[in-house]
């Protein structure tokens, strides 16, 4: 399974990379703004994309919005890792396409079985 982790954070970046490197059976690749992420989704093409919720310039949707609006990456599963958890929150991204919502802080140890779970 090919992963991209965006995330605006360096140290989240890494711990998310890190976690993920442990399963044998995922590739990771992360990007560090939605501008970065669309680039590398295009190039790339990985199976699901983890995206922060809340980053400058391009926010999470934004960076949703953008990759569905093309053809060669509408089909990419996009999950949401974000701090905004509240019910109508959860709501209003699965609206948006989001596969799953992940809460901020995640626990590294459990990331790469909650990607499963949002298959």
């Known amino acids: ?31 560090a703004s939605g501008a970065e992420a669309i680039v590398k ?13 809340m980053m400058p310039v391009m926010d999470g949707p934004s960076v949703l919005e953008k990759l569905r609006a093309r053809p060669d990456t509408q089909g990419i599963r996009v999950v949401f890792i974000t701090a905004r958890t509240q019910a109508h929150e959860i709501e209003r991204f699965r609206a948006m396409g989001a596969a799953a919502v992940i809460s901020k802080p995640f ?10 779970a949002a298959e």
């Open 41 to 53: 989704a295009i190039a790339w093409r990985p199976d699901v994309i983890l995206l922060d919720v």
């Open 107 to 116: 626990d590294p140890m459990l990331l790469a079985s909650q990607i499963r």
């Open 1 to 31: 399974m090919r992963v991209l982790y965006v995330d605006d954070e360096p140290d989240i970046r890494e711990i998310a990379q890190i976690a993920l490197s442990l399963d044998p059976e995922i590739t990771v690749e992360t990007a």
